[in-house]
């Protein structure tokens, strides 16, 4: 199975910070990595997929990008609404594999 | 637009079976534009992948389920099932159904999802 490392695992930021989360996987992903923001009570939400493609509909605010096996979600000008747990998920190969998560929590 | 729903019960008994419905509406799931799967959440931890079903039926389950997951499609009633037998505590998880995109040039997965089911094994 391929291992996603995400980190950190907990994030304490203020509104308007810009935030990073990171995700290493243990083999190359040829860019099939995507990211998810999950609220409490809520499904998971897509927001980016093949490394730093939008989803539809997500803010410009969120980008992904990627250098190997290290990909990274930057969210510019945290917003109140983007307090959230992140995952990544790679799917390049089954068993497709989620990272830990990171929880950006209010400062 | 496009709405997912998952049913089933909230409690099983331990060494019997789970099964939950995924009743899609808005597409159909023999669209050649689409493949479908299931994903569950044990409390506090990371989704976890089941396995996915594609518009022609083919499967792919986690090998982590010991071959205990099947996935089926029911196209008359637009929907999708998983089983999963000899349920033990360790299935306690919030369950999802969700779509996956195939457009050129690849794969977009889990843009839509379900609200999520909570299933509990006890006795």
Known sequence: ?107 | QLHLQESGPGLVKPSETLSLTCSVSGDSISSSSYHWGWLRQPPGKEPEWIGNIYYNGITYFNPSLNGRATISGDTSKNQFSLNLKSVTAADTAVYFCARIRIPPPGWVPYDVWGQGTVVTVSS
Not at chain 1, 48 to 62: D, N, P, Q, T, Y
């Open chain 1, 1 to 107: 199975d391929i291992q996603m490392t995400q980190s950190p695992s907990t994030l304490s930021a203020s509104v308007g910070d810009r935030v990073t989360i990171t995700c290493r996987a243990s083999q190359s992903l040829n860019r099939w990595l995507a990211w998810y923001q999950q609220k409490p009570g809520k499904a998971p939400k897509l927001l980016i997929h093949k490394a730093s493609s939008l989803e539809s509909g997500v803010s410009s605010r969120f980008s992904g990008s990627e250098s190997g096996t290290e990909f990274t979600l930057t969210i510019n000008s945290l917003q109140p609404d983007d307090f959230a747990t992140y995952y990544c998920q790679q799917y390049k190969i089954y068993p497709w594999t989620f990272g830990q998560g990171t929880k950006v929590e209010i400062k």
